[in-house]
C-alpha cells in the first residue's frame, strides 16, 4: 500500500515540474523499507499535502488594475513607467545564515566579537544574520525583475512626482565615471525611495507598490534554493559583480578568475538571473528594504507579521541587501545584512520594489 502511495505522490511532484518520475522510483521506494508504518504514512501525507499545496500555487492567478491576469513567475509590466515583475510562489523558507555559511574570517561582528582572525576551519557566526528559522510567505507579491533604473527614477522626476535628482557617476580609482540610464538608480535614501513609490501607485491608481520587507526580499533572492547563493555556493564574475580584491583578502588567496568592475553595470548585463528570473539579487548594487534593523533576527512566523513589525516603527535604521560591486563575494550571500541610515544616500545602494498582489476570485 505504501509503496503505492509513494509512487503516485513521486509521479505527482515530477508531474508538477513536468519531468519524467520513472527513474526515481527505484530510488524513493527503498527509503521506506523497514520503516515503521506511522511514519510512513505521515512522510508520505505530508509530501502529498505539499504537493496539493504547490499545485494549486502553480495555477494561482492574480488581477492587475489594468484586468490583466497573470500567474505564478509570470513577468508583466503594468504600465509604461512600471518596472518588469515576476509574480513569486508562494511558500516558505528558512531565513538567515547557516553557522558554516559565513567564509569571513575576522571576528569584527556583535558585542562579543574579538577582533581577530579566527583560525581556519573555525566557525564564524555573523549573529545579525542568525536566529536561522522558518518564515511562511503568507502575503502575494511580485517582485521587479531589476534594480530601478535611472532612466525609471527619472520618469518620475520628470513627472514632478520625484523631488530627488541623484548624482549618477561613481569614484574609481582612475575618477569618476559616469552611468547611464540603464544602470541602477543610486545616491537615493529611504525617503527619497517613499517619494517614487507613492508617484508609481499614482499611476496605477492604487497602493499597491513599495519596498520589500526583509523577508520578502530573501525568500526572492534564494528562489527556493538552500545553498549560500541562488546560483550555488560560489559566484563566478558572470554571475555576479563584485571585487575580486575584496574576496582575496576574505579567503587569503589569490583568485585569479575574479575581476573588479569598480562600478555597477547596466541591469540586463551579465547572467544575473536567478532560478525565478530575477536579475542582480547578489552583488551590482545594493537594495534597500522597508524592514528595520535588529541586531539579531526576530524570528517571525511570517511575512505579514515582519511587514506589520516594519510598519510599526516611525524611525530606524533600514535593512539593506545583496551585496555590492565592491564586496567581497561573501558579503553577496542572501542572508547577509547592511544597516543604512534612512536619510544616507551611496553611490553603491539602490534599489528594487515589490507589488501587492490580490488573488482572482476563485483561484
Known sequence: ?????????????????????????????????????????????????????????????????TFQTVSVLEQFQECDVCPEMIVM??????MGATPEE?????DFYGPNATL???QPGELNIIPSEHPRHSVDMDLPYAMARNETTHAEWMACVDAKGCSHVPEHRVPTLGGYVPLGPDH????????????????????????????PTEAEWEYAARAGTKTRFAQGDDLSVDQANFSRRATENIRRSPMPDLVDRERPVTVDELDAANGWGLRHMSGNVGEWTLSCWTDTHLG????????????????????????????????????????????????????????????????
Open 1 to 65: 500500500m505504501y509503496q503505492d502511495f509513494a509512487d503516485a505522490t513521486v509521479s505527482r511532484l515530477y508531474g508538477l515540474q513536468q519531468k519524467d518520475p520513472s527513474p526515481m522510483l527505484p530510488i524513493i521506494r527503498p527509503a521506506f523499507v523497514g520503516r515503521p508504518a506511522a511514519k510512513v504514512l505521515h512522510a508520505l501525507t505530508a509530501l502529498s499535502l505539499w504537493i496539493t499545496g504547490a499545485l494549486a500555487d502553480q495555477h494561482a492567478s492574480y488581477v492587475l488594475t
Open 89 to 94: 510562489p508562494m511558500g516558505s523558507f528558512m
Open 102 to 106: 559565513s567564509r569571513n574570517p575576522f
Open 116 to 118: 581577530t582572525m579566527r
Open 184 to 211: 541602477p538608480v543610486i545616491n537615493v535614501s529611504y525617503f527619497d525611495i517613499l517619494e517614487y513609490a507613492a508617484w508609481l501607485n499614482t499611476q496605477v491608481d492604487n497602493v499597491v507598490y513599495r519596498l
Open 300 to 363: 517571525l512566523a511570517s511575512d505579514s507579521d515582519y511587514l506589520a513589525y516594519a510598519l510599526s516603527q516611525e524611525s530606524c535604521r533600514r535593512v539593506s541587501k545583496g551585496g555590492r560591486f565592491g564586496s567581497a563575494m561573501d558579503n553577496l550571500r542572501p542572508a547577509n545584512r547592511y544597516k543604512p541610515l534612512e536619510t544616507s544616500a551611496a553611490h553603491y545602494r539602490g534599489f528594487r520594489l515589490i507589488r501587492e498582489l490580490t488573488p482572482k476570485e476563485g483561484s
